[in-house]
């Protein structure tokens, strides 16, 4: 079992007084994390192109390692990920690729954690609503396209959902992460109003892994947000692969939309 499915590699620095260093570090990280053959989410994925314009990656620093996750973009200069995925706005930046392919770096403004957020929830079995809004010193392109449709209807056993991600596709292969992909799964119970658990409904090991805290999940057809993955568990010695757990979106619709609002009067509008 896994307590969240993030990354340690590179160490990385993004205080301003060593920007330069930090440019370098993360350069090697990007390096590593983003080779032109990569691919993502473990098991019987394909790449995902048409979700490029919803979904971001999110670097972070802790200590003297870096990590990555994904995120969806809910406005033209906020996006939505894992809490777990991130520290402080001077340790963490949003990546992604221009329309050239050029690997670009923006810097964070604010980061706004749900309270529900319990980091030692797994340890002590504690329900936790690992989410963070993250605020972009800057906008993203225009070729970005924030998700507006929120699913609020019920969960059942069995409803077919859509999982994208920029995580790694081979448990023993770091370097198969950070091109974005997706896969169907489908709700799992025990049922929740809170959690969604997911498996892959043909049993072939597809599911979030490394990198793929923060990946939205969709309705099937639709980008229509639905949740958002938080932690992976496999089996036969896998640490991925078998269950996907996600926080759910609809009971945390208020929350980003207050925060979203708070943003918007200092200044930050939703775009």
């Not at 019987?44 to 999110?58: K, T, Y």
């Not at 292969?173 to 997706?182: E, F």
């Not at 489908?186 to 049922?191: I, L, Q, R």
């Not at 208020?254 to 918007?264: A, G, N, P, V």
Request: glycine residues 8%; proline residues 6%; hydrophobic residues 45%.
């Amino acid at each position: 079992m896994r307590t969240a499915f993030q990354l340690a590699r590179r160490p990385a620095c993004f205080q301003p007084w060593r920007k330069r260093r930090c440019l370098g570090a993360l350069a090697r990280l990007l390096a590593m994390l983003l080779p032109t053959s990569a691919v993502a989410l473990v098991g019987p994925a394909i790449e995902a192109p048409e979700l490029d314009r919803f979904v971001v990656m999110v670097l972070n620093r802790s200590g003297g390692s870096a990590s990555f996750c994904s995120a969806s973009v809910i406005a033209q200069n906020v996006v939505l990920t894992a809490a777990h995925c991130v520290t402080t706005p001077a340790d963490t930046r949003v990546h992604f690729r221009d329309a050239q392919g050029q690997k670009i770096l923006l810097d964070v403004a604010s980061i706004a954690i749900n309270p529900g957020y319990r980091p030692d929830a797994i340890r002590r079995r504690l329900v936790s609503i690992d989410l963070a809004l993250v605020r972009l010193a800057e906008p993203l392109p225009s070729n970005f396209t924030p998700i507006d449709s929120f699913y609020s209807g019920p969960v059942d056993v069995g409803q077919m959902f859509r999982i994208a991600g920029y995580g790694i596709a081979d448990e023993a292969n770091h370097k198969t992460g950070g091109v974005l992909r997706a896969g169907n799964v489908v709700a799992s119970g025990p049922k929740s109003a809170i959690l969604l658990w997911a498996r892959d409904p043909n049993n072939r090991g597809l599911g979030a892994c490394t990198g793929d805290s923060g990946a939205p999940i969709f309705t099937a057809k639709q980008p229509v947000l639905v949740a958002v993955a938080v932690w992976a568990q496999g089996e036969n010695g896998n640490l991925c692969g078998a269950l996907t757990q996600a926080v759910l979106i609809a009971p945390q619709r208020r929350w980003i939309e207050d925060i979203l609002r708070l943003w918007s009067m200092t200044g930050n509008d939703r775009r």
